[in-house]
């Protein structure tokens, strides 16, 4: 097991500049991290020299750049909307290789009001296939997420509930999509974690280490201090001979020792898990 974290409690400081993706970068070397996952929000820009210094930087504090979490919106009604979306990603795969990321999180959608299923599952799976062209071309992987809400997003997403993610899914069985599996996510429909994850556990390539307060609501804690069956979810990953990137997404907003506390649990939890 490989161990990245998505450093959602440091969100607020990265995208107002009070801390740098490089700083990031250093932080998560402390922290005694193998790699680290980015947001797209993290890049406003994207100038050649900024880049450079953030591999650069990654390479001298022996850090891989694991993921890159992008908020891909393919359920806009408007079609020219969805036409940028597609474009927009396309970019942002673009972006990754560039940065030499493996893997982009790539989400349905928003569930904007008045999409009629079987609409908002074809715009996805038509989304999905034209944007897969192009990391298939550059060498990145695209990891669908189980995925609740994006953080610049105003609406829940589109395939929030677990039939729906499925069907996506399995609509795409013939591409190289593979699941950024998250293991609190379920939760916030009352859904069974563990049953998701044994209905996509050939094709998890990431999986994101999340936990939440209780089922039903959305209220991320420390990892390993919530309702998510991690253990459970590490056994299970484990026996299927899942030796991959296993992602923390810190979002519980308790400073520095929230990091820390988490990346002991994972790993104490990895271990047993065996």
């Avoid at 897969?132 to 995925?147: F, P, Q, R, S, W």
């Avoid at 599996?181 to 390539?205: H, K, M, Q, S, W």
Wanted: with cysteine.
């Amino acid at each position: 097991m490989k161990l990245s974290c998505l450093p959602v409690s440091l969100y607020a400081d990265i995208f107002s500049s009070k801390r740098s993706v490089v700083d990031w970068i250093h932080f998560a070397a402390a922290l005694g991290l193998d790699g680290v996952d980015f947001s797209i929000k993290f890049f406003p820009t994207r100038e050649a020299q900024v880049l450079d210094t953030i591999r650069d930087e990654a390479q001298r504090a022996g850090i891989t750049l694991c993921m890159l979490a992008c908020y891909s919106d393919f359920t806009y009604p408007d079609h020219e909307q969805r036409r940028q979306e597609i474009e927009q990603m396309k970019a942002d795969v673009r972006l990754a290789a560039t940065l030499g990321i493996s893997f982009v999180r790539v989400t349905a959608g928003q569930n904007h009001p008045g999409i009629q299923r079987e609409h908002g599952i074809r715009w996805v799976v038509d989304g999905m296939r034209e944007v897969l062209e192009e990391a298939d071309k550059l060498g990145v992987t695209l990891a669908y997420e189980n995925h609740t809400k994006g953080a610049p997003w105003q609406y829940w997403d589109f395939s929030q509930p677990a039939e729906i993610f499925l069907d996506i899914l399995g609509q795409l069985t013939d591409t190289s999509l593979k699941v950024c599996f998250d293991t609190a996510n379920p939760l916030v429909l009352g859904e069974d974690v563990i049953a998701l994850l044994e209905a996509v556990i050939d094709r998890v390539a990431v999986v994101h280490t999340f936990d939440m307060r209780t089922p039903g609501e959305f209220e991320p804690v420390v990892v390993g201090t919530g309702a998510s069956p991690i253990k459970q979810v590490f056994s299970i990953l484990r026996r299927n001979g899942f030796d991959g990137w296993v992602s923390i997404e810190e979002a519980s907003r308790t400073g520095e020792a929230g990091f820390e506390k988490s990346i002991s649990f994972v790993r104490r939890a990895w271990e047993e898990a065996g």
